[in-house]
């Protein structure tokens, strides 16, 4: 089912070795272009048109009633409200970990450079919910958020046509549980660009203010749009269609390693599931696993279409040295290490969004409730990117206070500098101070 790249005994290199999906993201972005332009000057007529275009819902008004959220909320299966708590629960206690206190650094005598932490004002938090809807990621996105101390929070999520157009109904719980009141039925590019540019509504009780910064996960219109507004708003990093690799000897369970290839295929079919293993024995019986999983799973044609796809595969390697090398290079969102040793080999890791440690650490966990961040860098961005994280909503400002005697000592080589840079009023800035 997997293409099969074999490796060994080639010195062949890892790069581009594993293509990812055919997304041009720049080509999207030109698509959808017109439609983030028609929603900044037209607002709430071009996002109900584009619904009513791509969601097949026409929307009576932007923002989710506080009463349907409630509902939801009083609706919500037991079970699955108990999950959501101890999820909620584990998000906030890692996250918690991750706040930052200010630092003061005591540069020289009388001069000193705090970094001052502060939340952004307002942050918007996508959910996705086209081929699956996600009260999981409500989860990801607000947890952070709220423990970096963001008071402006906003939830916008694709209206369902079963939902009597709102958003579905376990996100609108989700984000009742979390406290979150500001929630916005709409998807797509036509929803980053709301939360970019802000929009009217049907009355002033339903309009979006713009905000700061958008986070979350996406299809690659999402992604295109939150590409396009970068700049005017920041972004986290993308994360488009999930991705899993599996770096794995001959003491891994084959039965596991295709069950967590499968999990995030069933996202997408241009989901990417990669085995990278030493063990031809053991990527034989992942094949035969693989082929009686898929048969029995409820999204089988999305499972096969993804794994067959060219952005998955396995990968034969000599040994794990080489395996880890492939790994680095691809990147991966998610990395399974399910190896003799396997916390070692985690720990030489250099590239990849989560990494999960032998055989009882599944992404799946991770995507739920290991209390670890599920919205994670794809398409190689772990090269360059972390996370979600408290960090996303913080910025560092510093905060520059000098004696007068602590600038006298170092105005020399301001000013040095300033005359290397053919810049010399800045070093007039500071002569100024000491002339009689
Ligand atoms: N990396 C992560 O942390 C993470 C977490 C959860 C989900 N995901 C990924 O997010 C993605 C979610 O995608 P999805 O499609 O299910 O939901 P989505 O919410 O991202 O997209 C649905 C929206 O796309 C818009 N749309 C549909 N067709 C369009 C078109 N032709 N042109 C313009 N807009 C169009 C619709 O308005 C709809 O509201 C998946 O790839 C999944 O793997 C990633
Ligand atoms: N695996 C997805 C991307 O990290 C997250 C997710 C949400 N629900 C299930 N899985
Ligand atoms: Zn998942």
Same mark, same amino acid.
């Given at each position: 089912?997997?293409? +099969?790249?074999?490796?060994?005994?080639? +010195? +062949?290199?890892?790069?581009?070795?594993?293509?990812?999906?055919?997304?041009?993201?720049?080509?999207?972005?030109?698509?959808?272009?017109?439609?983030?332009?028609?929603?900044?000057?037209?607002?709430?007529?071009?996002? +109900?048109?584009?619904?009513?275009?791509?969601?097949?819902?026409?929307?009576?008004?932007?923002?989710?009633?506080?009463?349907?959220?409630?509902?939801?909320?009083?609706?919500?299966?037991?079970?699955?409200?108990?999950?959501?708590?101890?999820?909620?629960?584990?998000?906030?206690?890692?996250?918690?970990?991750?706040?930052?206190?200010?630092?003061?650094?005591?540069?020289?005598?009388?001069?000193?450079?705090?970094?001052?932490?502060?939340?952004?004002?307002?942050?918007?938090?996508?959910?996705?919910?086209?081929?699956?809807?996600?009260?999981?990621?409500?989860?990801?996105?607000?947890?952070?958020?709220?423990?970096?101390?963001?008071?402006?929070?906003?939830?916008?999520?694709?209206?369902?046509?079963?939902?009597?157009?709102?958003?579905?109904?376990?996100?609108?719980?989700?984000?009742?549980?979390?406290?979150?009141?500001?929630?916005?039925?709409?998807?797509?590019?036509?929803?980053?660009?709301?939360?970019?540019?802000?929009?009217?509504?049907?009355?002033?009780?339903?309009?979006?203010?713009?905000?700061?910064?958008?986070?979350?996960?996406?299809?690659?219109?999402?992604?295109?749009?939150?590409?396009?507004?970068?700049?005017?708003?920041?972004?986290?990093?993308?994360?488009?269609?999930?991705?899993?690799?599996?770096?794995?000897?001959?003491?891994?369970?084959?039965?596991?390693?295709?069950?967590?290839?499968?999990?995030?295929?069933?996202?997408?079919?241009?989901?990417?599931?990669?085995?990278?293993?030493?063990?031809?024995?053991?990527?034989?019986?992942?094949?035969?696993?693989?082929?009686?999983?898929?048969?029995?799973?409820?999204?089988?044609?999305?499972?096969?279409?993804?794994?067959?796809?060219?952005?998955?595969?396995?990968?034969?390697?000599?040994?794990?040295?080489?395996?880890?090398?492939?790994?680095?290079?691809?990147?991966?969102?998610?990395?399974?290490?399910?190896?003799?040793?396997?916390?070692?080999?985690?720990?030489?890791?250099?590239?990849?969004?989560?990494?999960?440690?032998?055989?009882?650490?599944?992404?799946?966990?991770?995507?739920?409730?290991?209390?670890?961040?599920?919205?994670?860098?794809?398409?190689?961005?772990?090269?360059?990117?972390?996370?979600?994280?408290?960090?996303?909503?913080?910025?560092?400002?510093?905060?520059?206070?000098?004696?007068?005697?602590?600038?006298?000592?170092?105005?020399?080589?301001?000013?040095?500098?300033?005359?290397?840079?053919?810049?010399?009023?800045?070093?007039?800035?500071?002569?100024?101070?000491?002339?009689?």
């Amino acid at each position: 089912m997997l293409n +099969r790249i074999d490796l060994r005994g080639s +010195r +062949r290199d890892p790069r581009g070795l594993l293509p990812r999906a055919q997304l041009d993201v720049s080509v999207a972005v030109e698509r959808i272009r017109p439609l983030v332009e028609a929603v900044h000057e037209h607002g709430f007529s071009a996002i +109900r048109e584009a619904t009513e275009r791509f969601d097949g819902v026409t929307l009576e008004r932007l923002r989710v009633p506080a009463e349907a959220i409630a509902a939801a909320a009083e609706t919500l299966d037991p079970e699955v409200r108990a999950a959501l708590v101890e999820a909620i629960r584990r998000t906030r206690k890692v996250h918690a970990d991750q706040r930052r206190s200010d630092v003061t650094t005591q540069v020289v005598d009388g001069g000193t450079v705090t970094e001052r932490w502060l939340p952004v004002r307002r942050v918007g938090l996508y959910v996705p919910g086209g081929l699956a809807v996600y009260p999981s990621t409500v989860v990801m996105n607000v947890a952070p958020a709220q423990e970096a101390g963001v008071e402006g929070l906003v939830v916008t999520s694709p209206p369902q046509a079963s939902n009597d157009g709102l958003p579905d109904s376990r996100v609108l719980a989700a984000c009742a549980l979390l406290g979150v009141t500001e929630v916005y039925a709409v998807g797509g590019a036509q929803a980053i660009a709301m939360l970019g540019y802000g929009s009217d509504g049907v009355d002033e009780g339903d309009r979006c203010a713009p905000v700061d910064v958008i986070t979350g996960p996406g299809n690659i219109w999402v992604t295109a749009a939150k590409r396009l507004l970068q700049g005017t708003v920041g972004i986290d990093a993308e994360a488009g269609p999930t991705e899993i690799a599996v770096l794995a000897d001959d003491t891994a369970d084959p039965r596991h390693v295709a069950a967590d290839l499968i999990s995030q295929a069933e996202h997408d079919p241009l989901a990417a599931s990669v085995l990278v293993t030493p063990s031809l024995e053991l990527a034989d019986a992942v094949e035969i696993e693989l082929e009686k999983q898929v048969a029995a799973t409820r999204h089988a044609e999305r499972v096969r279409t993804s794994l067959t796809g060219q952005q998955s595969g396995v990968v034969l390697v000599d040994d794990l040295e080489q395996g880890l090398r492939v790994v680095d290079e691809y990147a991966a969102e998610h990395l399974e290490i399910q190896t003799r040793d396997a916390r070692e080999w985690a720990m030489r890791v250099r590239n990849a969004g989560a990494i999960f440690v032998g055989a009882y650490a599944p992404v799946s966990l991770g995507d739920y409730a290991a209390g670890s961040n599920h919205v994670l860098p794809t398409a190689g961005c772990a090269r360059h990117s972390s996370g979600l994280s408290v960090q996303s909503f913080l910025r560092g400002i510093h905060v520059v206070e000098y004696t007068e005697e602590a600038l006298r000592d170092v105005a020399g080589h301001v000013v040095a500098l300033a005359n290397a840079e053919d810049l010399p009023a800045h070093g007039d800035a500071v002569t100024v101070r000491f002339a009689r």
